[in-house]
């Protein structure tokens, strides 16, 4: 099993990214997504999932319609489409799997490497 995220970098304040998450290893079409974040010193948590067909999305509070996740179950890829970020988005971006829709880190059985997002001017 691998999930190899990638997309983050360095961006401005109010600027964009794209993040994606390429799964191998099993049947990515029958596992719900999830994207997790962890900044420096504070507990990982969750951004954003979706379910398996794509057709059930949730989003953390913080998100307030400027991400958006996404899947493609012919690539074995979920993305997360990050707009107007700001300074406190900054985090090491985490995809994971899990085998039910769920929001807690804990409930995934999945976890990719990371990839770190930095919003700074």
């Known amino acids: 099993v691998q999930l190899q995220a990638s997309g983050g970098g360095l961006v401005q304040p109010g600027g964009s990214l794209i993040l994606s998450c390429a799964a191998s290893?099993?049947?990515?079409?029958?596992?719900?997504m999830g994207w997790f974040r962890q900044a420096p010193g504070k507990r990982r948590e969750g951004v954003s999932c979706i379910s398996s067909s794509g057709g059930s999305t949730f989003y953390g509070d913080f998100v307030k319609g400027r991400f958006t996740i996404l899947r493609d179950n012919f690539k074995n890829t979920v993305y997360l489409q990050m707009n107007d970020l700001k300074p406190e988005d900054t985090a090491v971006y985490y995809c994971a799997a899990s085998t039910r829709l769920r929001w807690y880190d804990d409930e995934y059985d999945y976890w990719g490497q990371g990839t770190l997002v930095t919003v700074s001017s």
């Open positions: 290893g099993f049947d990515f079409d029958d596992y719900a």
